[in-house]
């Protein structure tokens, strides 16, 4: 243990190809351009990325999102430039161009670059997405940490090891040129490798990266997990917030804040006081953007929300958000733009939670909502900041969850006081018995239960005398009657945070919010609920190899649906709720059921088929950019 709370001495970074190796770092040594931002490329108003056909003509991003030439948006704002923006951008309009519209998708009559003159500047002057990323092993990472040692299931234990396995396939690092020439690629210089969700999540995520820490912290990779903190801790340096995500692309919004939460589960594994020490003012920091920027008076309450800092397409969004406008006016669209990215900012992108008629995306207003589980989460944030402070003798009693008010005069815990008093008057309904978002706007609580009313027993922001109407009401819904899980809701629409979709975040909040109730009844159900889990990710992992981003509450094992892409494969947070769950229960967790041949062909039909699905949007394009051509022929 160090018990020193000085800051460490600033150390001479050296870059030792392609990787910074100082075992130190201090963030704010990386400075970030100030041309970053790919002007010419995301577009920065909501004039020329949608509603002006002068400027959408002569807009790049416009221009390839449109062509029908990717399949997934993202895919051209993660390609790195291979010439300078300058060169690049001057290429572009030397290309010819056609009177028609380049993609039937494109409302707007005007001159467009032809999509084979398209097509070769792209090959030319781009390279491929994910290759300024290379693979990386963690050294920390070993072939069989403790932890399995403490699983008595024998299928488990080799679930657990094939689960760690997949760090090793998920560990990225920047290439060198990302350091020498940061304007030519959309990545953030940040001072370390990192671990990524997977799929075509190739960068790291802000609340991606907790479930992702406390993974490696299960796996004993204590400097992994050091580092990808380090990682957050440097953009709170640069932005003054924690952005989306690992590209310049979204820095103009964040997600849950859980960076204190990181440093404070970094501690409780490996006792080291020193990055609490040197992080506590950079939370601080964060603590205030969300206090200055993302804060509604309520009354004599305030609450918190989301709202992101954008009027304009998503850039890894973009075709999606601009079919999502069609028809709009351009204040519309600005305000729909906003809502979408504010959306996105929860990390429950997209839910019935944001929706005004709970079925379709263009009626979004996720920026009017003050959501139960963000407004949790800033309660432990508070404690835990408000904890931090004190001397470091009194942590190992204090930081035990569920952490309680201390009798001192600290503004973190006054602040986790008044919230504790905002969360019980505006967001728990005493008549359905569990706690609901609370609409800014309306001036009322939502009167539908999400998964996220779990986050408020995580937090242990509430009276113990409330178990029995907790439970009554977990009953009376049957939220814990699924065979796979938790789901999202119980609003069946095509949104990926709705059901029948389950995801690992809010498994791990229901379970330990469960066991942190002191309700025997409540322990036997987050038990069940993880078995439940824990059987369904055996059963997918078991054919594929891997964890999925999300599952089916309805059918173990079946990947989840939904949303604008593809079932993805990995996967960060999955992986490590697993290992933490299986860390916990591990001496109580049982074998899961065989997979008859009915399951194992439900599973595997429910993996072709989100295949099947993105395959046909590929063909389908395809098939319209040639009756296009020949119609062109044809003139």
């Not at 600033?10 to 704010?28: H, M, Y």
Request: hydrophobic share 40%; aromatic share 12%; net charge negative.
């Amino acid at each position: 243990k160090q018990t020193q709370h000085s800051r460490p001495p600033s150390p001479s970074l050296q870059l030792d190809e392609p990787l910074w190796r100082d075992q130190d770092v201090r963030p704010d040594h990386l400075a970030m351009p100030s041309d970053r931002l790919f002007v010419w490329r995301l577009c920065t108003s909501a004039e020329a990325c949608l509603l002006s056909p002068d400027l959408l003509n002569n807009t790049v991003l416009a221009a390839v999102q449109t062509s029908g030439i990717y399949n997934d948006s993202k895919t051209f704002v993660d390609q790195p430039l291979l010439a300078s923006p300058s060169e690049v951008l001057a290429a572009y309009n030397a290309l010819p161009v056609s009177s028609s519209p380049s993609s039937t998708q494109q409302p707007q009559q005007g001159s467009m670059p032809t999509v084979e003159a398209l097509r070769g500047w792209l090959h030319r002057y781009f390279g491929e997405a994910g290759s300024d990323l290379h693979e990386w092993t963690p050294a920390d990472w070993t072939v069989n940490p403790p932890f399995l040692q403490r699983i008595r299931s024998p299928s488990l234990q080799n679930f657990g090891l094939g689960v760690h396995a997949i760090w090793k396939s998920l560990g990225r690092r920047l290439a060198a040129r990302v350091y020498e020439l940061p304007e030519w690629h959309s990545l953030i210089p940040v001072p370390h490798p990192f671990v990524v969700p997977g799929g075509r999540f190739r960068e790291f995520y802000y609340w991606d990266t907790y479930w992702i820490v406390r993974g490696l912290l299960v796996s004993n990779m204590y400097e992994t997990a050091r580092h990808m903190i380090e990682n957050l801790l440097y953009m709170v340096n640069v932005y003054g917030f924690v952005p989306n995500g690992g590209r310049v692309y979204y820095a103009n919004r964040s997600q849950p804040p859980l960076l204190t939460l990181m440093v404070r589960e970094y501690y409780h594994a490996t006792r080291n006081d020193t990055l609490v020490a040197f992080a506590l003012p950079t939370l601080q920091r964060e603590y205030e953007f969300w206090m200055r920027e993302r804060a509604a008076q309520i009354g004599d309450h305030t609450l918190n929300h989301y709202g992101a800092d954008s009027n304009v397409p998503r850039p890894e969004g973009w075709l999606e958000d601009y079919e999502t406008a069609a028809g709009l006016s351009l204040a519309e669209a600005q305000r729909l733009f906003e809502q979408i990215a504010s959306g996105a900012e929860t990390g429950w992108d997209f839910s019935s939670r944001w929706l005004g008629d709970r079925e379709t995306l263009p009626t979004i207003a996720a920026a009017s909502v003050a959501p139960v589980d963000l407004n949790c989460i800033l309660y432990e944030v508070e404690l835990t900041l408000g904890l931090f402070e004190l001397s470091y003798e009194t942590w190992d009693v204090l930081l035990e969850k569920p952490l309680i008010l201390p009798l001192t005069s600290s503004p973190y815990f006054a602040a986790a006081q008044r919230r504790l008093l905002a969360i019980d008057a505006l967001l728990w309904n005493e008549e359905i018995g569990l706690w609901v978002d609370y609409n800014i706007t309306l001036g009322a609580q939502s009167p539908h239960v999400y998964a996220s009313t779990f986050v408020s027993m995580w937090a242990g922001s509430y009276a113990r005398s409330k178990n029995v109407k907790i439970t009554e009401a977990i009953k009376h819904l049957g939220i814990l009657d699924f065979p796979g899980g938790l789901p999202s809701s119980l609003h069946a629409v095509p949104q990926q945070w709705d059901f029948p979709n389950c995801w690992a975040p809010s498994q791990a909040f229901a379970i330990e919010g469960l066991l942190l109730s002191d309700d025997p009844q409540m322990a036997d159900l987050a038990y069940d609920l993880a078995q439940r889990w824990i059987n369904s990710n055996y059963d997918g992992w078991l054919l594929t190899g891997a964890l999925f981003e999300k599952y089916n509450a309805t059918q173990p094992g079946l990947p989840g649906g939904g949303g604008e892409y593809t079932v993805q494969l990995g996967f960060g947070w999955s992986n490590g709720v697993a290992l933490s769950l299986l860390d916990r229960f591990g001496d109580r967790l049982q074998d899961p059921p065989e997979i008859d041949q009915v399951r194992r062909s439900a599973i595997d039909a429910g993996v072709q088929q989100r295949v099947r699905t993105v395959s046909g949007r590929v063909r389908q394009r395809d098939h319209e950019e040639a009756r296009r051509r020949s119609e062109n022929d044809v003139t």
